[in-house]
C-alpha cells in the first residue's frame, strides 16, 4: 500500500504514476532498512517521540508553532532597572523613616487611637503580660506590615520581585513537558486502536519507542489513515500493511523514507519549514517578536513572490528550504512538487527527487512533453501559445493570445489526426513556416482519410499566411529557439523518451527541471512559461485535489503574462500554490505588477530591494492607523537650595534632568512599511514578509531574519 493509498507491485494495482506521462517504474519491493535512513535530528534536537508528543498551540499565520509559547498583543511598558531599583530602595527607606518617626513618638500617639476604639479596656489594662504583648505588638505589626504594603506599592516591589526574584529564575530554566497521558498520546496511534485496529497500533508505538520510525514515517502511515477513514482504502488493506511492515508500510513508489540530508528544521506534524525568526524590532507587531518564520501548505496555498537582488538569499534561504519541505511531504504522501531552476542553481541533490529532467543535457534520464500529456488540440495549442507568445500578448484588459491559439490548434489538430501524435519542434517549425512540402503532405493524407473539417482547418491556415497580421511567423521564429541542436534529442513526440508529464501530479511525484539558462536565455523563459502553463491547466481537472500541488520557479524573469496571473488565482481552490522569485519587479511589464502582487498571498521583499520596487510593495501592504505622540520637554531651573537638592536627588534617580513635559497625542494613517524603508532599513540576510492562508487568516508585514 503506498502513500497515496494505492498499493505497489506487492498488490494487485499497478503503479500509480501513469506511463508515459509520468516517470518510469520504481522499484517494486524497496529494501527495509533496520532503521530509517538519514534519521534527522528533530527541532530541539531530542528523539522521536519527545518530538511528536510536544504540544503545538493553535497560533497566528506563519509562527513555527513548535515548542511555541504565546504572547500578549501589545507591549507591556518596562520601567528602566535603575529607576525601578532605586525608586524601590527610596521607598523602603520611607518606610523606615516613617516607622522610627511613629514608633519614637515625633508624630504623636494618633495611630494607637484604633486600638483604644476597638478593644476593651480590660484587655489594655490587664495583668497578663503575655496578653498585653500579644496585643500591643500584634497591632504595632499590623501598621508595620499596611506602612509596607503601602510603600511596596509605591515603590513596585512586586515587579522587582518578578523581574529579579525566583520567578524570573524559573522563567529563565527549560521548562519539561509533562509526557501525555496514555489516552492523548499520539505515539500510542490511539485513533487505530479505536476503529479496532489494536495490533497495527501496537505494532507502530513498539516502532516508535525502540526508535525504527522516523517523522516522515509518521506523517505517511498518518495520511493512509485518513484514507481509510474517508472510505477510499479498506481498514484489512490498511491493517495488514501496518503488521507485516510496520512503520516501513504504505512506503513513496520509491522506497524512500527521508532525503538523503536535510539543510533546514522541519514540523512534519503542522507541515511547516522554519525559514527564520522574527526580529525583535519595533515595527513588528509585539506578539510576533523572537518568534521563529516557517511556511507551509496552508500559506503555499495562496502561493508565494519574493523579490530581492542576486545574493540576498532566494535560492538557498527560500526556495531550497520550500523545495526540501514539499519533497518531504511527497515522501508522506500529501504533496506533489515540481522545482524549476537553472541547471547548477543549487536546489538539491538528484537523489531527492523522483524524476530529474535536464533539458539540453545528453545525459538527461528523462524528456519533457511540450504538450503536458493532452491529446486535446485545442488544450495543447492554448498551452503551447502561452508559453511561446504569451510575454507578447498585450498586458491590458482584453489582450490576449487567441489568434496564437487558433493559429497552432489549425495545424495541431489536423496532424494529429492524420499521425495519432502531435508534431516534433522541427515539424511544427516547418508548418509555423508554411513550407509547400509539409503542408501539402499534411492535405493529401487529410484529404485520403476524409476528414473535411480538419481540411477546412488547413484552408483556413494556409490563406492567412503572409497576410498582415498573421502571427505564425512569430510563432516559428519562437519555436525555432527550441529547434536547437543542443535540444535534438528533447521533446519527442514519437513514444521513444521518458517524458514528464505535469499530468502526474495527482501522485505524489518529486521532479526537478533543470532549465539551460546558461547559453539558451531565451529558449529558458519560453520552457518556464511551459511548465507554469501546464501546471496551471492540470491542477485545475485533478481528480484527487486532497493532495497539495506546487510549483518552485526559481526564477520567473519573463514568466509572469496575463494569462499567467490569472492562472495563479485559480490554483487556491485546486489545493495548490506557487512559488515565484524575481530580482526585481522591472522583470514584470509595468501593468501587471499590481495585478501579480494581488494575486499571491505571501510576498516577500528581500534586502537590497530598489525605491521603485519598493513603492508597490508599499502600495499593497497599504496603510494603517497608528498612535502618535508629541513629547516636548522643558527643563526646570530650581531658584531655591531645596528646590535645586531636589532636583539633584530626582537627577541621582531617574537619570535625567528635572524636566515639564507636554505630550500630544493624535491618530494618524502610515505606510506599513514604506518604500525608503523596504530599500534602506532592510538589514542584510533580513526580508519583509507578509502572509494570507488559505482560510483568510493575515499576517502583516514582518521583519524576519532569514540567518536566525
Sequence with gaps: ????????????????????????????????????????????????LTWVRTARPEAAPGVWRFGYRQRPDEEPEEIPARQLLSGAVIAFLVGWLIWSLLWNGYLGGWWIIPL????????????????????WYGYY???????????????????????????????????????????????????????????????????????????VDHARIARAWQGVRSGRHSLATFTGAVLKDGSAACLHPSGARDLPGRHALHDLVTGQVRLGTTADDARNPYAYRGTGLALGPDLLGTSLLAVGPPGSGKTGGIVWPLAESLC??????????????????????????????????????????????????????????????????????????????????????????????????????????????????????????????????????????????DVGGVLADRVALLDRPAFAGFFDTSGQTRPFSVRALDHPVRVRIDLPARGHADASRILARLVLAQFTASVAVREDRSLFACL???????????????????????????????????DVPRALRTPLLGAVGCRMALSGLTPWDGQDFAEVWGK????????????????????KALHMVRRVITGHAPTARAVTVRQVERERWSASELAHGVPPGHAVLSLTSVRGEHAPPLLVDLRG
Design 1 to 48: 500500500m503506498n502513500s497515496d493509498g494505492t498499493q505497489d507491485a506487492r498488490g494487485t494495482h499497478a503503479h500509480p504514476v501513469p506511463r508515459p506521462a509520468g516517470p518510469p517504474d520504481m522499484p517494486a519491493t524497496p529494501p527495509r532498512p533496520a532503521r530509517a535512513p538519514g534519521m534527522p535530528s528533530w527541532p530541539d534536537g531530542s528523539d522521536f
Design 116 to 135: 483604644d476604639l476597638f478593644t476593651p479596656d480590660s484587655w489594655r489594662r490587664s495583668d497578663d503580660r503575655v496578653g498585653n504583648a500579644f496585643l
Design 141 to 215: 505589626t499590623l501598621i508595620a506590615l499596611a506602612i509596607m504594603f503601602g510603600v511596596g506599592r509605591l515603590g513596585r516591589w512586586g515587579e522587582v520581585w518578578r523581574r529579579y526574584g525566583p520567578p524570573a529564575w524559573r522563567r529563565a530554566a527549560p521548562v519539561s513537558e509533562r509526557p501525555p497521558a496514555p489516552a492523548e498520546d499520539p505515539a500510542q496511534w490511539n485513533q487505530l486502536r479505536a476503529a479496532g485496529a489494536a495490533d497495527a497500533a501496537d505494532r507502530l508505538a513498539a516502532e516508535a519507542r525502540s526508535g525504527l520510525m522516523c517523522d
Design 328 to 469: 518531504l511531504h511527497a515522501l508522506a504522501g500529501r504533496a506533489a512538487v515540481v522545482v524549476v531552476g537553472a541547471a547548477g542553481a543549487g536546489l538539491g541533490a538528484a537523489d531527492a527527487y523522483d524524476v530529474v529532467v535536464r533539458i539540453g543535457n545528453p545525459e538527461s534520464v528523462y524528456d519533457l512533453d511540450l504538450y503536458g500529456g493532452t491529446a486535446d488540440p485545442d488544450e495543447a495549442a492554448a498551452v503551447l501559445a502561452e508559453a511561446l507568445v504569451g510575454d507578447l500578448a498585450d498586458p491590458h484588459p482584453g489582450g490576449d493570445s487567441r489568434r496564437s491559439t487558433t493559429v497552432l490548434a489549425q495545424l495541431l489538430g489536423p496532424f494529429r489526426a492524420v499521425h495519432g501524435r502531435f508534431p516534433s519542434v522541427p515539424e511544427l517549425r516547418q508548418l509555423l513556416d508554411g513550407s509547400p512540402g509539409p503542408l501539402g503532405a499534411l492535405r493529401k493524407a487529410l484529404e485520403d482519410s476524409g476528414k473535411e473539417s480538419l481540411l477546412r482547418e488547413l484552408d483556413a491556415r494556409e490563406r492567412q499566411l503572409g497576410q498582415p497580421g
Design 552 to 586: 518552485v520557479l526559481d526564477d520567473a524573469t519573463g514568466v509572469v503574462t496575463p494569462e499567467a496571473v490569472r492562472g495563479i488565482q485559480r490554483l487556491r481552490s485546486g489545493n495548490a500554490g506557487a512559488v515565484l522569485t524575481l530580482r526585481t519587479l522591472d
Design 624 to 643: 494603517e492607523w497608528i498612535e502618535a505622540r508629541d513629547v516636548t520637554d522643558r527643563q526646570i531651573i530650581a531658584e531655591t537650595p531645596a528646590g
